[in-house]
């Protein structure tokens, strides 16, 4: 993942982040919509919202009333990363596995084109919380960027790159990025084993290299992931920890 600037749902509106919060509904929704940004009339206080346009005709329970429903209930809860209320996780899951029923891609891996690219993390069941985001230093002064993944399919390899923003030090940005290498394993599955991993730039460094062991034992891709989902604009896919994770395309490879 590029280091970048942190972007969160809560946090977008009909201003900063506004047209790409549209070209994400567009990307999800491959329909016409409509985008309620009146402020006080906004389903969602400060958030764009995901509101299909009556010309649409997209019926309840279609895929794009799936991806629709699922944008929505992301919002405001930060990728997961810091944890998420249990009614609302339950919520989050039971949408995702709805859209996961509706697949279009059942056996991905015949054609790992279908992944290759950049992708960016819109959800996680993997959290830092407690102990360990004091000593990460996650609460205020290090602030989390985009999540990516690239992968590519010639090399059969993934690149994740988590960004990370420093305030106090000149805005010091950066990224932990972790090479890992893949193995089909069967139509839907592969298998991950670590490679490599850095944190760049030293200064960055400097600040997790008493907790590097930690980071790297959160986010260490290794073993296997079940993609249960694959199309166009989305993917989600389920790991050998029990892990689900919902991506975005970024751009294709």
Not at 145 to 165: E, H, R, S, T, Y
Request: proline residues 3%; positive net charge; hydrophobic residues 40%.
């Amino acid at each position: 993942m590029a280091a970048a600037k942190a972007v969160s749902f809560s946090g977008i509106g009909c201003g900063k982040g506004y047209s790409r919060s549209v070209d994400l509904h567009r990307r999800l929704l491959g329909t016409q919509f409509q985008l309620n940004c009146s402020g006080r009339s906004s389903r969602w206080h400060g958030a764009v919202a995901c509101q299909l346009a009556p010309d649409a005709q997209v019926q309840t329970g279609s895929l794009q009333d799936a991806k629709c429903k699922i944008f929505q209930s992301l919002e405001g809860v930060n990728r997961g990363i810091f944890g998420v209320p249990a009614a609302k996780k339950k919520e989050i899951e039971d949408l995702i596995s709805t859209l996961e029923s509706m697949n279009p891609a059942q056996r991905p891996t015949d054609d790992l084109t279908i992944v290759k690219g950049e992708w960016r993390l819109l959800y996680s069941t993997i959290t830092v919380l407690g102990v360990k985001r004091t000593k990460l230093g996650l609460r205020d002064f290090i602030q989390l960027g985009d999540f990516l993944q690239i992968i590519n399919v010639d090399q059969n390899v993934a690149v994740n790159k988590i960004g990370f923003n420093v305030a106090g030090i000149g805005m010091l940005n950066g990224a932990l990025t972790i090479e890992a290498t893949y193995t089909v394993t069967s139509p839907t599955r592969v298998d991950i084993k670590y490679k490599t991993s850095v944190i760049q730039p030293k200064q960055l460094f400097s600040l997790f290299q008493k907790n590097y062991d930690m980071l790297l034992s959160i986010f260490n891709p290794e073993g296997w992931l079940e993609i249960t989902y694959v199309d166009d604009t989305l993917r989600i896919g389920r790991d050998d920890k029990g892990n689900v994770f919902l991506v975005e395309r970024v751009a294709t490879g």
